[in-house]
């Protein structure tokens, strides 16, 4: 089965699509498609939210099967006011290059020490109008992790916190721990089980 996966992010396409070798599924990016993919605001309050607007309006635009991601980023020991939540790449009414945002967020774990962080993730896949499937589990949302002021030497495009990001566990960069443990930290179990449990139920249907 084809599923158009809605983001123009390659990074995160390649994660994806690593993820979800061993399913049935072929996942495709916008970008493959070859046509102008117009921009879709993110203007909702949860990461769910976004993840059906996103998925809505590109299953409205290519009308095949569809789904959309979307992150929040939640810090421990920060107000309330410098919480990113949805608005990881959005500071004062601006999204940040990369290199902006691994300048934002040294400068808050420099000004607040390390920080602990957690995303929290949600998914919508629309495969036509009766068949919407939706979640934001606790299993989709990464482990802790802290979020250092000192980046990583290494970069990979599309993703630039990780270059400030240490696993608790191990006390290593994400950039230091094996493919293995790196690509589950990028796509977490819990879209595994979504896309199982969505495989099996749409079946049924």
């Known amino acids: ?69 979307d992150s929040g980023l939640y810090f421990d020991q920060v107000p309330e006011e410098v919480q990113p939540g949805v608005h990881v790449r959005n500071r004062n009414g601006r999204t940040l290059t990369d290199d902006e945002m691994l300048e934002y967020y040294s400068g808050l774990a420099k000004e607040y020490g390390d920080l602990t962080a957690r995303y929290r993730n949600a998914i919508c896949l629309i495969v036509d109008d009766q068949h919407i499937y939706q979640a934001m589990e606790e299993s989709m949302a990464s482990e802790p992790f802290l979020m250092k002021s000192k980046p990583h030497n290494m970069r990979k495009k599309g993703f630039p916190l990780d270059s400030l990001s240490v696993d608790i566990k191990t006390g290593k960069y994400y950039y230091d721990l094996d493919k293995d443990e790196l690509d589950t930290v990028a796509v977490e179990d819990g879209f595994l089980q979504f896309f199982q449990t969505f495989l099996n139920t749409y079946k049924k249907d």
């Open 1 to 69: 089965m084809r599923l158009i996966y809605g983001t123009g992010n390659p990074a995160k396409l390649s994660a994806m699509q690593k993820r979800l070798s061993g399913f049935d599924l072929e996942i495709v990016g916008l970008k493959a498609l070859g046509i102008e993919i117009p921009e879709v605001p993110e203007t909702g309050s949860s990461p769910l939210e976004n993840a059906y607007l996103k998925a809505t309006a590109y299953y409205k635009l290519l009308m095949e099967p569809v789904f959309s991601c």
